[in-house]
């Protein structure tokens, strides 16, 4: 770790969990979570009130603790991070209000940055500097998408996403008709573990020859999932609970592996990186290594807790920013509850001329690779 | 500085007086203006945030999201310039500032809580207020604060409940912080910068999962 590398402190409330990290360019200094998961846990789901309102008791002790644990003095650092999209627009909120008041009290760069470029810059943290372009799968309770990142910080391009319902969100709502609890993500991967991934043939959404060759959608399985249950049900008979999780879950990583290894394929691109929470998966971790090495393609996956979302990733998109001497936010930077992945900050408007942006998506796709 | 009601409002106070101040009525964006409004309100007074010995923020009650900004962004000034954080009372600021105004007590202070409600407290005079503050329907207390002059902006809302409204109709840092500064001189405890909220989150759990077999 050079002592001349970037020292940035991340802050992310696009969701339930209350993260602040610390990095010093690529490498991971602190990374303090505060989840109000078990509030929402017997709600179902995530209520955005109830997340907000932790967000703003967790703040300022989160960020306290992440210096503790970096061992760092806020005076030292060399800027400020924050998700300022996309998210929960109440819970973004509270994270780019402190984010700005924390910048603006010590006399630091802002920067307002994108969730989902955040999730693939974290495995610099695991890995080391990303490859250009990289080719990542964002899965998770809120997204399901395949990017392709030319430049982290400045040209993320959506190839595919979800056109109903996000992975995380079908683990979920399967784990709710088998009255497995919330979140249902770590509960199927457990029981899939003892159960066998052939027993039921579930339904590969888009997955057809005239199908969207990178989009999602796994509203059709999860129905389908359901109605197999209450067939099970109906008919009075037991529901092998294992083998229905097993299942549904190779169904569901069986599309996600089959698509971004066609697009790395497509996009001659030699490696994939698969981030967000849905990346903790043990057999999307697997299957993605299997079809990865048959490819000839390396997989960076980052550890469990670095999928999820945390601090940690957004400050190694804002040391990113800060490395490659990307323009910093303004203090009128605010949450965009639906900022596009083609953003992957938010510059301030105050000395740019506005064009400054879209050249950098003109540049020819042939120019990346050669 | 107070975001729990309409306005975006700062003022930077010497503990005698009101050096700067501004005040912006928007009420979709707290999160825009207030830190350009602390930026604009210290440079008015030709100084640094460094300066700073002490932040005051309206506690509330206010619409959530608006009130959240005021209170993240004092606990996080106070967190990084290591000072201390007092909470005041939104609905105490407005009395106070009506009080400065000439009016006499008794009186009540309503402000929009939304929903067709309004949050409200009663007060002895301008500096005293009289119970906790409510979040109610207009019209399930017009009886009990017949023939007292209603302030704030829930007043003006409801004439038919509340006849006798008066300004001003949100909040000022400026009487705020001269509250604060008061009171502190006097030796009195202010509040812990902690929203107040009155109602509980919307949410319900969920009965079961919705069953997908077509009848
Ligand atoms: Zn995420």
New interface residues.
Partial sequence: MAADEPLVLGIETSCDETGVGIVRGTTLLADAVASSVDTHA????V?P??A??A??EA??PT??RALKEAGVS?RDLDGIAVTSGPGL??AL??G???A???A???GKPLYGVNHLASHICVDQLEHGPLPEPTMALLVSGGHSSLLLAPDITADVRPLGATIDDAAGEAFD?IA??LDLGFPGGPVIDRLAREGDPKAIAFPRGLTGPRDAPYDFSFSGLK?SV??WI??KR?AGEEVPVRDVAASFQEAVVDVLTRKAVRACKDEGVDHLMIGGGVAANSRLRALAQERCERAGIRLRVPRPKLCTDNGAMVAALGAEMVARNRLPSD?????DSSLPVTEPHVPGTAHTHAHDHDHVHEISKDNLYS | MDTATPAVTVALHDGTSVIASSGQVDARRHGELLLPAVDRVLAEAGTKIDAVTGVVVGVGPGPYTGLRVGLVTAATFGSALSVPVHGVCTLDGIAYAAGRDGLEGPFVVATDARRKEVYWARYEDARTRTGEPAVDRPADIAQAVAGLPVVGAGAVLYPESFPDARGPEHVSAGALAALAAERLAAGQELLEPRPLYLRRPDAQVPKNYKVVTPK
Avoid: P, Q
């Fill in positions: 017997r709600f179902g789901g209520v009130e109830i907000s309102r967000h703003l703040m300022v960020i306290e806020a627009a109440g909120l509270v780019v209000s402190a700005k008041a924390y603006y009290a010590l709502k709710r008709v129905t359901a109605r209450e067939a109906a203090l009128e930077l605010s949450a």
